[in-house]
């Protein structure tokens, strides 16, 4: 049983006609839609966690996992009220030192200046139901650091989380997607069970579950490219 791992980032009314990434940006309404068609094609939409038994075969039922990239604060008042009110739980993958900062990665390709979410936002958040996973400390570009910072990348981000939440922090997020073998090895090692990618596909048994394939939703997304991702490859 094969299952897509949806892959938003900022959930907001998109910016003008000539920003950067602006496809990136899914409008408020667009996304309420969407969990919508989930749910009426019978579909619970799930955070990385909740979907993992299902990805590796050991629950059958249709599922598809909600991911959320770089832990916009616009995702805490856009998304989270319409996941409440169907039912679903998501991940939220955060930038841990911009924990209510904002995205200083994507200045210099001049991406407009969006808000991250709060320590009070991501707890909230959390004591809701949904996941927090790491997407390292700063979004980072992994195969291009040496290995000890790569790893403390990995590794502490995560501990930061856990302390933060008291709890464990099991999803782990490629920035950019990039990645090597070895950065799947330091995530393993650092005591993550998933982490995903931006390759596309659906994720499956046999998938190595620390390279899960997503499928990125776009802003110009219709219907029908919607529920492709979602049902279909
Ligand atoms: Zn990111």
Redesign the pocket.
Known sequence: MAVPILAY?QIAVPPSHTAPFRSMVVHPAAFHRQMEWLKRLGIQGLSLRDAMPYIRGEKTGKVAAITF??SYANVYENALPVLQELGFTATN?V?VNQIGGSNV?DTPIGVAKAACMSVEQLLRWHSLGHEVGS?TLD?VHLPQLPMEEARRQITHSRELLEDLLDEGVSSF?F??GDETPLDRVLTYEAGYSAATTTRRGRARPDNDPFGLPRATVRRNDSWLHFVKKCVVG
Do not use: R, S
């Open positions: 980032h990239d770089d993958f930038v990665w997407h979004h997020c920035p950019y």
